[in-house]
């Protein structure tokens, strides 16, 4: 499974296609062939897999009981908008119109790579989530990491 790193900021066209910048492409190699998938986030973003990171978590999704509401509502509001993505011959990716509204994202676009995910953002609400950065990190990297939860390094 891959492991993205960076932070980027991309403008989007009239048409809401988004080029993906050459640092970034070069740790997509199988999207060319593959494509990616690009879904609604937990917040008001939206994030991009690669198609088989995307999936994996179908794989997990399909392991669930479907029999319990709760888990086919999840699997429901999850899924919801689901899109696959592909490369123009330009390196552009068209972003689907409804996602985009969904996480009300107009020209400016920030990139935030997330472990095996890309996370897409507008870039006010991206800058906004930042500003509200817990004034003691410490704090929250001990009640996130600590108590045992991981070896140390």
């Known amino acids: 499974m891959s492991?993205?790193?960076?932070?980027f900021e991309c403008k989007l066209d009239v048409k809401g296609r988004m080029m993906v910048p050459s640092n970034l492409k070069k740790q997509l190699p199988e999207a060319e062939r593959e494509g990616l998938v690009?879904?609604?986030?937990?917040?008001?973003n939206l994030v991009i897999y690669t198609r088989s990171g995307w999936g994996k978590i179908v794989e997990d999704l399909g392991k669930l009981n479907s029999y319990e509401k709760?888990?086919?509502?999840?699997?429901?509001?999850?899924?919801?908008g689901a899109s696959e993505l592909t490369l123009d011959s330009s390196g552009r990716v068209l972003l689907p119109k409804s996602l985009l509204e969904y996480a009300g994202i107009g020209n400016d676009v920030v990139l935030s790579c997330q472990f095996s995910k890309i996370e897409v953002w507008a870039k006010d609400n991206y800058d906004a989530q930042l500003d509200n950065?817990?004034?003691?990190?410490?704090?929250?990297?001990?009640?996130v990491m600590g108590s045992g939860r991981r070896a140390n390094d």
């Open 3 to 7: 492991n993205f790193l960076g932070e």
């Open 133 to 143: 950065e817990p004034e003691n990190f410490a704090n929250l990297t001990e009640e």
């Open 70 to 80: 709760k888990t086919r509502e999840f699997i429901r509001y999850f899924t919801r």
């Open 38 to 44: 690009i879904n609604r986030g937990f917040e008001k």
